[in-house]
């Protein structure tokens, strides 16, 4: 019969963007294999780290079961290297990825990698565009944008591209810009000036190659018009017009940017999906639910929604492929990617 130990500990390098419920998605399967978790947040969220330590311990957690590693990056490899860690996870960037799994093969560690998206968002011909163009702009603008598996390319077939651009730019100006404590914010600031910098940089540089961009929405402390910026507010703002093949358009942009793609038809825009080195989430919008099923069994990632935009849950299994990294969070899938599944056998 087959029988799942835990490993042991297993050392989570968590991202900023969902300080709380990365580290969950993370815990909550390992602690439940019968494994316990080192943590090192991402340095801008010390606080929630501490806070989930604190939790923790509220909720009756024998010491050593959830631990706080505030240190640099520098000191990751000697975590690593340790006998006592036997496994990895990592959510955060495609070049950490490079360097964790890197470091985890170098001392022979399991891992799994959470990293970067691209995610396509299809919308056919008999698709309720009002709908989708509704479920676009939430999926691109929920969290301004820094999202991993938020939709970013939007790949709308010929016959409805006029009528969902009209109505995403409907959609996009509903938007609110203001405090994230305000319940009637919708659109918040970035994490940081640096982070605005940051997407302001890619943008030109997709421009730069040959691209359009509007800007949608009036955000605090913006403007297009060369006047210098101040804050971390970025406007919604539309790509169109990309060259096929630009570079700049193939780099995960952490903001509320969307690239929007003409598609001859479902096939051109199937294989716009796949043309990514990333693999995350996609989404598909057709009235035909069992057409849609059928087209997310060719996408190139590893999940599809239809008819919304992309999700992530306590209940559904995360993870991707290709650049987006591999193995899963979540459900019993999650639970399994640390433990070693042992064969006994009855003589």
Not at 103 to 118: C, F, P, Q
Not at 150 to 158: G, L, N, T, Y
Not at 278 to 298: C, K, N, P, T, W
């Amino acid at each position: 019969h087959l029988v799942h130990d835990p490993l042991g500990i297993i050392f989570a390098v968590e991202p900023w963007n969902f300080p709380y419920y990365q580290v969950i998605r993370v815990a909550a399967p390992q602690l439940a294999a019968g494994n316990v978790v080192l943590l090192k947040h991402a340095s801008n969220v010390p606080q929630c780290a501490a806070l989930m330590s604190e939790l923790f311990h509220r909720a009756g957690a024998p010491d050593g079961v959830f631990t706080n590693l505030y240190l640099p990056h520098e000191l990751t490899e000697h975590v690593i290297a340790s006998p006592y860690v036997r496994g990895v996870a990592l959510t955060g960037s495609e070049r950490a990825g490079a360097v964790i799994a890197s470091l985890a093969g170098k001392h022979l560690k399991k891992s799994t990698l959470e990293l970067g998206g691209m995610d396509a968002f299809i919308v056919l011909k008999d698709a309720d565009v009002a709908a989708a163009a509704e479920w676009a702009v939430r999926g691109r603008c929920r969290n301004a944008g820094q999202v991993c598996v938020a939709s970013k390319r939007f790949i709308v077939v010929d016959d409805v591209y006029d009528e969902f651009v009209e109505r995403y730019r409907a959609e996009a100006a509903k938007l609110v810009a203001g405090d994230p404590a305000d319940p009637t914010t919708t659109l918040a600031p970035l994490s940081s000036v640096h982070a605005r910098i940051q997407v302001e940089r890619q943008v030109a540089d997709i421009v730069a190659q040959g691209a359009s961009v509007e800007y949608l929405a009036e955000v605090p402390g913006w403007s297009a018009d060369g006047t210098p910026n101040e804050g971390a507010f970025y406007p919604p703002a539309l790509i169109t017009n990309i060259p096929e093949g630009t570079p700049a358009a193939r780099t995960e942009i952490f903001g509320p940017v969307a690239q929007l793609y003409r598609a001859k038809d479902e096939e051109d825009a199937i294989r716009i999906a796949n043309d990514s080195p990333y693999g995350l989430g996609g989404s598909v919008f057709s009235a035909d639910v069992h057409h849609a099923q059928e087209i997310a069994r060719r996408l190139d990632t590893g999940m599809v929604t239809i008819n919304r935009s992309s999700a992530s849950g306590p209940d559904i299994p995360f993870g991707g492929v290709k650049n987006s990294g591999y193995g899963r969070e979540l459900i019993d899938l999650g639970l399994k990617e640390f433990v070693n599944q042992k064969v006994v056998i009855n003589g």
